[in-house]
């Protein structure tokens, strides 16, 4: 299981407004947006439930808007992932109950030969983030928003967002030079 | 972002997210009504295959309701005196429809597609937004009820 897998290339931005297939647009950006949406649900179930309501509605009635369209997905994304939240919160479940507990269930982490280490050791050290910093982390690296697009976003201040950026990474980089002198 | 930052941004943005599932792939081409190749089984939703039904029917129980319930009288004690006309009032149905409008919102040609028995057809996908009011004329009081809509046109095409 994994939740990211090693590449040597970023991808650039494809234009949505362009005539494209959703299938080339979804399999460049859709895990982006999966990961992304996994940062405000309980399951990957959930996830892919609010990426694919979203996604839907975003290729039939929205893609010509203008604007970034990974930013209007993820806002949507957001927006679905926390009703859905509040609706199971009543449940008494809590997304870090989940996030934290069944590993099995996360989705995360990819096949036994693709993952290793130091791979392993990220994702980890990401799961153990607060959800705070850690959402606003994945949004900057894997959603490719800018600091103002994240304040926007979380309807915070621009210096909180990269605050919380800077703390994630500080306690990443903690955790991992912990894990490298231990392990 | 001090050098260390850097790198470990670096390493980050190296790490792709996990590709999107099979399943949720064949999910968003069937409601986008695209097949996916080597067409499966088709799968739901993983949850809240109903979900819209609360957002459709909820609106109209509340109209009909609200409808209903608002103009009731209130109940007249057995033998109370009732003023001339009153009884005529009270029985007719106080909200009437007086407007109804479909405006048409977005139509999105959606191209030619291949019906079951082998036509040719047209298809074309339109979202309205329908508005019906109601008044009430003795109270002048109206109940507007919007409701988004969408249609899909399938229009076989023959050629002669």
Same mark, same amino acid.
């Given at each position: 299981?994994? $939740?990211?897998?090693?590449? *040597?290339?970023?991808?650039?931005?494809?234009?949505?407004?362009?005539?494209?297939?959703?299938?080339?647009?979804?399999?460049?950006?859709?895990?982006?947006?999966?990961?992304?949406?996994?940062?405000?649900?309980?399951?990957?179930?959930?996830? &892919?439930?609010?990426?694919?309501?979203?996604?839907?509605?975003?290729?039939?009635?929205?893609?010509?808007?203008? %604007?970034?369209?990974?930013?209007?997905?993820? *806002?949507?994304?957001?927006?679905?992932?926390?009703?859905?939240?509040?609706?199971?919160?009543?449940?008494?479940?809590?997304?870090?109950?989940?996030?934290?507990?069944?590993?099995?269930?996360?989705?995360?982490? %990819? *096949?036994?030969?693709?993952?290793?280490?130091?791979?392993?050791?990220? &994702?980890?050290? $990401?799961?153990?983030?607060?959800?705070?910093?850690?959402?606003?982390?994945? $949004?900057?690296?894997?959603?490719? $928003?800018?600091?103002?697009?994240?304040?926007?976003?979380?309807?915070?201040?621009?210096?909180?967002?990269?605050?919380?950026?800077?703390?994630?990474?500080?306690?990443?980089?903690?955790?991992?030079?912990?894990?490298?002198?231990?392990? | 972002?001090?050098?260390? !930052?850097?790198?470990?941004? #670096?390493?980050?943005?190296?790490?792709?997210? #996990?590709?999107?599932?099979?399943?949720?792939?064949?999910?968003?081409?069937?409601?986008?009504?695209? +097949?996916?190749?080597?067409?499966?089984?088709?799968? @739901?939703?993983?949850?809240?295959?109903?979900?819209?039904?609360?957002?459709?029917?909820?609106?109209?129980?509340?109209?009909?309701? !609200?409808?209903?319930?608002?103009?009731?009288? +209130?109940?007249?004690?057995?033998?109370?005196?009732?003023?001339? =006309?009153?009884?005529?009032?009270?029985?007719? +149905? #106080?909200?009437?429809?007086? /407007?109804?409008?479909?405006?048409?919102?977005? /139509?999105?040609?959606? @191209?030619?597609?291949?019906?079951?028995? =082998?036509?040719?057809?047209?298809?074309?996908?339109?979202?309205?937004?329908?508005?019906?009011?109601?008044?009430? +004329?003795?109270?002048?009081?109206?109940?507007?009820? /919007?409701?988004?809509?969408?249609?899909?046109?399938?229009?076989?095409?023959?050629?002669?």
């Amino acid at each position: 299981m994994t $939740l990211i897998r090693q590449t *040597t290339h970023s991808h650039p931005m494809e234009d949505a407004h362009a005539e494209q297939s959703w299938k080339e647009w979804f399999e460049l950006h859709g895990p982006k947006l999966l990961l992304c949406a996994r940062q405000w649900t309980r399951s990957r179930a959930d996830a &892919e439930d609010v990426v694919q309501d979203a996604f839907v509605r975003f290729w039939r009635r929205q893609r010509q808007l203008p %604007g970034e369209p990974l930013a209007l997905l993820l *806002t949507s994304i957001r927006r679905a992932a926390l009703d859905r939240a509040r609706r199971e919160s009543r449940r008494g479940a809590r997304e870090e109950d989940a996030l934290a507990g069944d590993a099995d269930d996360l989705g995360l982490f %990819g *096949t036994a030969a693709e993952v290793d280490d130091r791979r392993r050791a990220i &994702e980890s050290a $990401l799961l153990r983030l607060p959800s705070e910093q850690r959402e606003v982390l994945v $949004l900057r690296i894997w959603g490719e $928003l800018t600091f103002a697009a994240i304040a926007h976003q979380l309807d915070v201040p621009l210096n909180t967002a990269a605050s919380r950026y800077r703390y994630a990474l500080a306690a990443l980089r903690h955790e991992l030079t912990g894990a490298d002198c231990h392990g | 972002m001090d050098d260390d !930052f850097r790198e470990l941004e #670096a390493e980050l943005r190296n790490l792709r997210p #996990a590709t999107v599932s099979r399943g949720l792939l064949e999910r968003i081409a069937r409601e986008l009504d695209e +097949p996916v190749s080597n067409g499966s089984a088709a799968v @739901g939703r993983n949850h809240d295959k109903g979900a819209w039904v609360p957002w459709v029917i909820l609106p109209i129980a509340a109209a009909i309701a !609200f409808a209903v319930a608002l103009p009731r009288q +209130p109940a007249q004690s057995p033998g109370a005196a009732e003023p001339d =006309g009153a009884r005529g009032l009270a029985a007719a +149905p #106080a909200f009437k429809p007086v /407007s109804a409008q479909n405006l048409l919102v977005s /139509s999105r040609d959606e @191209g030619y597609v291949t019906l079951a028995d =082998g036509t040719r057809a047209r298809r074309i996908r339109q979202s309205y937004v329908d508005t019906i009011t109601w008044k009430n +004329p003795r109270t002048k009081a109206s109940l507007t009820w /919007s409701l988004p809509r969408e249609e899909v046109r399938v229009t076989p095409i023959s050629y002669e």
